[in-house]
């Protein structure tokens, strides 16, 4: 490490302003601060600095996001080999690596797409690179169908970095999530590579698939009013669907480290999750009122917590919904905020059964209304705070 510290070191001087490669500090600087705490003193003020610091949190996330990434390696070769009969016979490192190979492609577009971006834009700009897309970059393949071209997660993360971060100023002044922006974009833009049977497994044309299989997902099978589903498999991940979102084992193991290290919110975790039974258990109520289809009568009636194993919703309370700077801001905001996205989530996804999966909306609906319920919250404190004083004339 001392070898590499000298190196930067030594290079800095050619990177300054007015030297013959100012116009790479930017670039050096990005790279230095990543393997080094920067020595950076506050000039003016009282402030308190640690080790901690914006580039050693995001990589706490990373972290977190390791056991969902890992196992959505292991469930991509687990569902192309159940597809096509092979599964029984063949070991548990060859499932994996055929997921990893699969995978991995997506990972690197994501991040050597949406890193250009970023250290073009801080070139340009002769600004410090943002650290806010080493996150990002791992959480856009990880709310992706398997079967994404790799040309329209580019293309995908080009659009996030560029509408959902620059044209605001950055890291730290974006309204929405943008790993769930450029998941938004390819839906409504390419909607038939997003959705449907065939893209949630990886099949050649060559491959052929065993009677029965579909590669439906659970939350689309629900929707069509077949809940004959295994929990256990949904809970554990061995089913259909984006990446990094099917198993919500792997995703509490993030949870829980987020939650020690203090990285993630646990009120917005808990609302969301507290939000999204309540509308369940409302919606199991009303499953008997007369006028409703045999398939939406069927999906009202799902056990509420069976909603909590399906689709993006664990993804999304945990890693989607806790982003510091798109989220509420005041403690409680943040149970507002977080119990609103529950909500909201599960009635999207099955009050409208053309769009089972409501939780990319309904994140992306409350991020907009983020500030707004911050307001009033402040609001709120103030009056409660005038009323028990006492203002002499």
Known sequence: MKALRDFFEKTKPYVQ????????????DAFFTLAFVPKNTSKSGSHIHDH????????????????????????????????????????FFTVFFYGLLKVLPVVIVSYVVGLGVEFAFA?????????????????????????????????????AVIFGKEVFG????????????????????????????????????????????TGATPMADAA?????????????????????????????????????TGIGSWKIMVSTVAGGMLMGIILNLFAGVQGLSPAVAAYFSMPFWHHLVLGGFAFGAVFMATDPVSAAQTDTGKW??????????????????????????????????????????????????????????
Do not use: C
Not at 143 to 148: A, E, F, K, L, S
Not at 179 to 206: C, E, H, I, N
Not at 366 to 392: C, G, Q, W
């Open 52 to 91: 901690i610091d914006l580039k050693r949190t995001m990589s706490f996330v990373i972290i977190a996001l390791l056991p969902a990434l890992l196992f959505g390696m292991y469930n991509t070769g687990y569902q192309h080999f159940k597809a096509i009969g092979e599964l029984a016979s063949t070991g």
């Open 224 to 260: 069509a009013g077949n809940i004959d589903f295994n929990v256990f498999d949904a809970f554990i991940g061995l089913i259909p669907g984006s990446i990094g979102e099917t198993s919500t084992l792997a995703i509490l193991l993030g949870a829980v480290f987020l939650i020690i």
């Open 170 to 213: 950055g890291t730290g002044m974006n309204i929405w999530n943008p790993a769930l922006l450029a998941r938004a974009f390819l839906f409504f833009a390419y909607p038939a590579q997003m959705s449907g049977d065939k893209v949630w497994v990886t099949l050649k044309d060559s491959d052929k698939v065993v009677d029965g299989f």
């Open 17 to 28: 302003k007015g030297a013959k490669y100012h116009w790479l500090h930017s670039t050096h």
């Open 123 to 159: 070139q340009m700009r002769g600004h410090e690179v943002n650290e806010g897309f080493l996150v990002s970059g791992m959480l856009i393949p990880l709310v992706m169908p398997i079967n994404t071209p790799l040309w329209m997660v580019a293309v995908a993360t080009v659009f």
């Open 336 to 393: 507002i905020y977080g119990f609103l996205i529950g909500v909201t989530a599960i009635l999207f996804r099955v009050v409208n059964p053309a769009y089972p999966e409501g939780m990319m909306l309904a994140i992306l609906l409350m991020n907009t209304f983020a500030p707004l319920i911050d307001h009033y919250v402040v609001e709120a404190n103030i009056k409660r705070r005038l009323k028990r004083v006492k203002v002499s004339a």
